[in-house]
Nanobody, 122 residues
Framework: QVQVAESGGGLVQAGGSLRLSCTASGLTFDYYNMGWFRQAPGKEREGVSCIDWRGLTTYYADALKGRFTISRDNAKNTLYLQMNSLKPEDTAMYYC???????????????WGQGTQVTVSS
């Protein structure tokens, strides 16, 4: 049984930082492209950042380039998202996903986590 679990969300002031982590079990982690998605109230789930199985190719949503950094440690079956210079508009539920498209779109994703809430106060 595949399980994907996020951690690290919370409440932070604008300009602050958070680091999200995601562990995946029940699958061969280093076979899969991984990604982070987010969904704000009333909005569709969108791709934030994705990384290929080797950790060599990354994708970022245009609005997030330079502020967010995705990485993975295949030895620990763990995916990370370092989020800096956070803004109130970054407030959303953040989801980790395994087996994601290279385009990092919210379609055809294999496995989802339950999500971790990130709230950025102004």
């Amino acid at each position: 049984q595949v399980q994907v679990a996020e951690s690290g969300g919370g409440l932070v002031q604008a300009g602050g930082s958070l680091r999200l982590s995601c562990t995946a079990s029940g699958l061969t982690f280093d076979y899969y492209n991984m990604g982070w998605f987010r969904q704000a109230p009333g909005k569709e789930r969108e791709g934030v950042s994705c990384i290929d199985w080797r950790g060599l190719t990354t994708y970022y949503a245009d609005a997030l380039k330079g502020r967010f950094t995705i990485s993975r440690d295949n030895a620990k079956n763990t995916l990370y998202l370092q989020m800096n210079s956070l803004k109130p508009e970054d407030t959303a539920m953040y989801y980790c996903a395994a087996s994601v498209p290279r385009s990092c779109v919210n379609r055809g994703v294999g496995y989802w986590g339950q999500g971790t809430q990130v709230t950025v106060s102004s």
